[in-house]
T-cell receptor
Framework: AQSVTQLGSHVSVSEGALVLLRCNYS??????LFWYVQYPNQGLQLLLK??????LVKGINGFEAEFKKSETSFHLTKPSAHMSDAAEYFC??????????FGAGTRLFVKA | DVKVTQSSRYLVKRTGEKVFLECVQD?????MFWYRQDPGLGLRLIYF???????EKGDIPEGYSVSREKKERFSLILESASTNQTSMYLC?????????????????FGPGTRLTVT
């Protein structure tokens, strides 16, 4: 069975600081991994994805994530936070069949 | 760009009413999904459909039904709305692996419907 654990329901950083959002997964099949972002009162949109190939994946808005199979992790990072990054972030993994399993989400706060 | 639209952004209904939430996608995706989103619980899958007239229960199907008569449209029905169904409802679509090599399992979301049942 597939599952996703996001460590920390809330993360607060100062503007310009490193953003690190943690995600661990379990999967009985080769994982397809995703990070989605949700701004207030909107649906989710894809930030980045890992399917196969290069383990360091770059996404939109300066975010990137590294797939580490040995650690079953897919942490999301951004070198320098911007106020506009304040949102909720969801890590997800391919589930059985056509489904996707989502983590509980991490809300990112950015302080001026 | 893929577009997923939902019929209402905000909806207020009374307990016991039958509620229809409509979702339309314009990218010919085979798979469509309905989720509800509640604080601290993430996204929970209610139902999904992998083809016209095909549907499967997700993790929390009780109190809901769905309809997919056309490929682009997936409807969520609350047969008799209750206050514990007050939530944000998100529709998504995704291509099947045979439709795309680049983006299998990637989901495209609508803007959501915030439903309040009083």
């Amino acid at each position: 069975a597939q599952s996703v654990t996001q460590l920390g329901s809330h993360v607060s950083v100062s503007e310009g600081a490193l953003v690190l959002l943690r995600c661990n997964y379990s999967s009985s099949v080769p994982p397809y991994l995703f990070w989605y972002v949700q701004y207030p009162n909107q649906g989710l949109q894809l930030l980045l994805k890992y399917t196969t190939g290069a383990t360091l994946v770059k996404g939109i808005n300066g975010f990137e994530a590294e797939f580490k199979k040995s650690e079953t992790s897919f942490h999301l990072t951004k070198p320098s936070a911007h106020m506009s990054d304040a949102a909720e972030y969801f890590c997800a993994v391919r589930g059985g069949g056509f489904k996707t399993i989502f983590g509980a989400g991490t809300r990112l706060f950015v302080k001026a | 760009d893929v577009k997923v639209t939902q019929s209402s952004r905000y909806l207020v209904k009374r307990t016991g009413e039958k509620v229809f939430l409509e979702c339309v996608q314009d990218m010919d995706h085979e798979n469509m999904f309905w989720y509800r989103q509640d604080p601290g619980l993430g996204l929970r899958l209610i139902y999904f459909s992998y083809d016209v007239k095909m549907k499967e229960k997700g993790d929390i199907p009780e109190g809901y039904s769905v309809s997919r008569e056309k490929k682009e449209r997936f409807s969520l029905i609350l047969e008799s709305a209750s206050t514990n169904q007050t939530s944000m409802y998100l529709c998504a679509s995704s291509p099947s692996p045979v439709q795309t090599v680049l983006s299998p399992y990637e989901q495209y979301f609508g803007p959501g419907t915030r439903l309040t049942v009083t």
